[in-house]
Structure formats: structure tokens, C-alpha cells
């Protein structure tokens, strides 16, 4: 981790000069802000990446090698074991917006019936509140 900290502070540095000597090339007017762009954005990415990198080490996630478990029969019949991803949800609620209240129903019993007072309780889902129920319901 600290072998970590120190490349990060060499990459931290020489992405700042990078980054200063490119932007006054720019003002000076050799070369145009697109170029400049396409020189920096390689450098930013690679960044992120290492920023990315020395966080998951930060939180435990190293990916050295000598810190993997031992091979055993069951870790290796479950590293080569494929999983494939679930499929996207297409038809998914939107979650509320932050000063959107959230409106929770009660549990139901199968035998029990919903009521009307039950529905007509959630903020602006009255019958007479038409321009409420169109922003909440």
C-alpha cells in the first residue's frame, strides 16, 4: 500500500506538469484545445484507473498475486465455473425523487380486501386532488 502511495504521488505530479505544460502550449497557440484534449484524456483515464486501483487496495480488494488462498479442488472447480448475468429489467419503477415522499402500502392477508380509506390515505391520491395524483400517483 505505501509502494501505492508514493507512485501515486509521482503520477499525481507529473500529471500536473503534463497537464500545466499542455494547457500553456494552448494558450500560447501551439497547438489547438482539441489536440490538447487528445493529449490529456489518455492521462485522466489512467488516473481514474489508478485512483480506482489504490482504493480497492485501500478497502482490501489486492489483486497480488501472493495474496490469493491456496488452489484446492473447490476453489478451482469454482474459478472456472461460468456465470452468466441476469437479464436487464426493461419495465422498472422509477425510485422518487429526494422531496418526493415515499409512499409505503401496509401488508395485506390474502383473504384481507383493500379498502378505499386504505388507497385514498397516500398523500395526493385523494379523488379531489387531480393535479397531485398526476405529480405522485
Known sequence: RLK??????????????LTE????ATKAGVINVREAETILH???EH???????LQESKDGFDKDESSMSLDTPRSHALSTLSIEPLPLETHH???????????VLPVQEEDEQ???KTAWALPGCAPNAEADRQEIC
Open 4 to 17: 501505492g502511495m508514493a507512485a501515486l504521488r509521482k503520477n499525481i505530479g507529473a500529471t500536473a506538469e
Open 21 to 24: 505544460f499542455v494547457m500553456d
Open 42 to 44: 489518455p492521462i485522466e
Open 47 to 53: 488516473m481514474r484507473k489508478f485512483y480506482k486501483r
Open 93 to 103: 419503477m422509477t425510485p422518487p425523487l429526494p422531496d418526493q415522499p415515499v409512499a
Open 114 to 116: 383493500v379498502s378505499k
